[in-house]
Structures are given as C-alpha cells and as structure tokens.
C-alpha cells in the first residue's frame, strides 16, 4: 500500500480473538511475495505483523497468539500487570512502561487503578524483525526505510509533519504514519516535538540492524 498516515479516527475497533475485550486496529502488514520465507515457515496468518491499542476496562484474560512475538506500551491509565500462567508477573508503569513476550504465553492483566489503553506490536516470529523505541522529538529526525522494511512512527504526544518531499500530511497526538520502502530506499524526515514509538519491521531473513534515526 506504500507509505501513508493514519489517523486515529480511522483505526478500526475489533473484538480481541478471545472475546473478552476491544482493541483498536491501527494496521496490519505481510511481507511481499519477492521476499523469501525462513526455512519452515508457514506464514499462514492474515498478517506478519499487527499494530493496535488495547481497551483494558476490567481485569481480564489476554488472547494467545501462537507464534508470535508481542510487545505492549503503557500508553494511559495508572497502571497494568501481567500475570502469567508460569507464575511470573510484570509491572507496566507510566509512563510508556512497556514488556515484550511470546504470544502463546498464558497471561491476565490486571489494572492497578482505572482503566488503561496498551500499545500493541505483535509480528509473526518466523518471518519478522521487530524493534519499538521510545524517543523524543525534538526538531528534525531522519529516518531511512531499506528496501522491504516497514517503519511506523505513532505520536504519542505533540504535533508532527514530514519535512520532505513525499506527500504526507502532518500527524496530530494518536496519529501513527506508516512508511514503506519497497524496493527502493527511502528517506524520510520528521520535524515537529513530543514524544513518539518507532517501529521497524524487517524480514527475518535480513541480518538484524539496529534502529538508527538521525
């Protein structure tokens, strides 16, 4: 689909696959048919990776997704826990606090005053490297999308806009832009200041690179 900004207003509410709560779907993303697969894989999801904010009103039981990795942000609300069925728990505190584990992994979250909203990055294990950064913006920042990677920059708070020549329009506070590269590398720079999560996906199948904004 290329790149493009996604306002908040338009990310669509959905049932969790369990049923017992909502989350809001911001995007989803597979990898293209150029790309080849990790030896085994199946790939057989609707997606290799999937960006969307979690409604938590009550405690509750969280859906499990086999074969994927998941990543969850803090991002309003006094507080979260993470109980899992192994005995562990894991405390998300504001602001931005955030925890990273497997999907089949059993767990309930309990809220610890008040409801909260929980960014969350998941991506198929096998096809998929994902890195999230927390960052300030402040001023310009340049990112460089390689060929087949998928950046995602989501304000968290504060106003920014594209200081170059591709065409998207600025994001407001809750906006994510999604940027593609394709098979060409493309360089982007943002302007603006607040706070913001940067996502990189990559194919599994590329040596891990650190994300590196300018």
Same mark, same amino acid.
């Given at each position: 689909?290329?790149?493009?900004?996604?306002?908040?207003?338009?990310?669509?509410?959905?049932?969790?696959?369990?049923?017992?709560?909502?989350?809001?779907?911001?995007?989803?993303?597979?990898?293209?048919?150029?790309?080849?697969?990790?030896?085994?894989?199946?790939?057989?999801?609707?997606?290799?990776?999937?960006?969307?904010?979690?409604?938590?009103?009550?405690?509750?039981?969280?859906?499990?997704?086999?074969?994927?990795?998941?990543?969850?942000?803090?991002?309003?609300?006094? $507080? @979260? %826990?993470?109980?899992?069925? #192994? =005995?562990?728990? &894991?405390?998300?505190?504001?602001?931005?606090? !955030?925890?990273?584990? *497997?999907?089949?992994? $059993? @767990? %309930?979250?309990?809220?610890? #005053? =008040?409801?909260? &909203?929980?960014?969350?990055?998941?991506?198929? !294990?096998?096809?998929? *490297?994902?890195?999230?950064?927390? %960052?300030?913006?402040?001023?310009?920042?340049?990112?460089?999308?390689?060929?087949?990677?998928?950046?995602?920059?989501?304000?968290?708070?504060?106003?920014?806009?594209?200081?170059?020549?591709?065409?998207?329009?600025?994001?407001?506070?809750?906006?994510?832009?999604?940027?593609?590269?394709?098979?060409?590398?493309?360089?982007?720079?943002?302007?603006?200041?607040?706070?913001?999560?940067?996502?990189?996906?990559?194919?599994?199948?590329?040596?891990?690179?650190?994300?590196?904004?300018?």
């Amino acid at each position: 689909m290329g790149s493009r900004v996604i306002p908040s207003t338009e990310y669509r509410r959905t049932r969790w696959r369990n049923g017992l709560g909502w989350t809001r779907e911001i995007a989803t993303g597979r990898l293209p048919d150029s790309v080849p697969q990790v030896p085994g894989s199946t790939a057989d999801a609707d997606w290799d990776w999937r960006l969307s904010i979690a409604e938590i009103d009550a405690d509750v039981r969280f859906s499990e997704f086999p074969d994927i990795e998941r990543e969850l942000v803090l991002l309003s609300g006094n $507080g @979260l %826990r993470l109980h899992f069925d #192994d =005995g562990e728990t &894991r405390l998300l505190e504001p602001p931005y606090g !955030r925890s990273h584990f *497997a999907g089949e992994r $059993g @767990l %309930r979250g309990e809220l610890l #005053d =008040g409801p909260s &909203r929980d960014f969350n990055l998941m991506w198929r !294990r096998d096809r998929i *490297a994902a890195q999230l950064l927390h %960052r300030p913006l402040v001023g310009p920042m340049v990112l460089f999308v390689e060929p087949h990677d998928t950046w995602a920059v989501h304000l968290l708070a504060g106003q920014a806009r594209f200081a170059d020549d591709s065409g998207l329009p600025a994001l407001a506070a809750a906006d994510t832009a999604i940027l593609q590269a394709g098979t060409t590398r493309l360089r982007h720079v943002i302007d603006g200041g607040g706070d913001v999560l940067l996502l990189r996906m990559d194919p599994a199948t590329d040596t891990a690179r650190p994300v590196s904004p300018a």
